[in-house]
């Protein structure tokens, strides 16, 4: 069983799938984390790969850019393929001046400017919150490692260049520790077909600072995200 975006077959994809952004970002946990690695997907280079992390079956993928290019993974992982949990580390803008370059964020939940939840006819508004069991996991074990790390809202936009520069104020100010692009839709996603879902997020910028990551460290630098979410997977 395939589908048009993914050419595994039943079977190929773990029951957990670590959803990194960016498929190369992928390749590289695959290469440097997992053993007895099979890549089950290379459709518009969108690299999947299976493998084993300290014994447990884990599987990695890219997911895009953007609430749209995940939707349609996500929707594909849990509807088609089975998957039970997927945990999506990618990289965030901070927000706040004390959360710092290369800090970790957990989303505990996440705003949006997104109409992304109009197609489930709600007769309100959707707050979009990631599994509880997946954050406790994954804040003790950042704890554990002694990493900085910050739990709370995030806020996932669909809008990168923005024309009004100083929208983010807004968010800061209702207490969004960061931002970024599609967390919004992998909780909607997942309290849609009943599944579990968590974000970490490495801070890669700052609004309130001038330091920035390459976009070479956002791809190869970023292992102690990986590490916290393959122990937890």
């Keep these: 069983m395939s589908t048009p975006h993914n050419s595994a077959n039943k079977g190929d994809i773990a029951k957990t799938v670590l959803l990194p952004g960016d498929p190369l ?14 890549q089950f997907n290379s459709v518009r280079n969108m690299f999947g790969y299976t493998g084993f992390y300290k014994g447990k079956r884990v599987s990695v993928m890219g997911s895009g850019m953007g609430m749209a290019s995940l939707g349609i993974y996500v929707s594909e992982l849990y509807a088609q393929y089975d998957v039970e949990q997927v945990i999506r580390i990618g990289s965030a803008g901070s927000y706040l001046p004390e959360v710092k370059i290369f800090d970790l964020i957990i989303a505990q939940g996440a705003c949006t400017n997104s109409n992304f939840a109009s197609q489930y006819d709600l007769p309100g508004t959707f707050s979009a919150i990631g599994d509880f069991g997946l954050l406790k996991k994954a804040y003790d074990k950042a704890t554990e490692m002694k990493l900085p790390v910050h739990v709370g809202n995030i806020y996932s936009s669909d809008i990168f260049y923005n024309a009004q520069p100083e929208a983010w104020k807004k968010w800061a100010a209702m207490g969004c520790i960061g931002v970024e692009m599609e967390t919004y839709a992998l909780y909607c996603l997942a309290a849609y077909y009943h599944k579990k879902a968590l974000t970490i997020l490495t801070v890669s910028d700052s609004f309130t600072s001038s ?21 937890i997977a």
């Design 211 to 231: 330091q920035v990551t390459t976009a070479e460290q956002r791809q190869n630098s970023f292992t102690n995200m990986m590490e916290v979410a393959l122990d």
């Design 25 to 38: 970002r992928a390749k590289f946990i695959a290469e440097n984390f997992l053993t007895d690695v099979k």
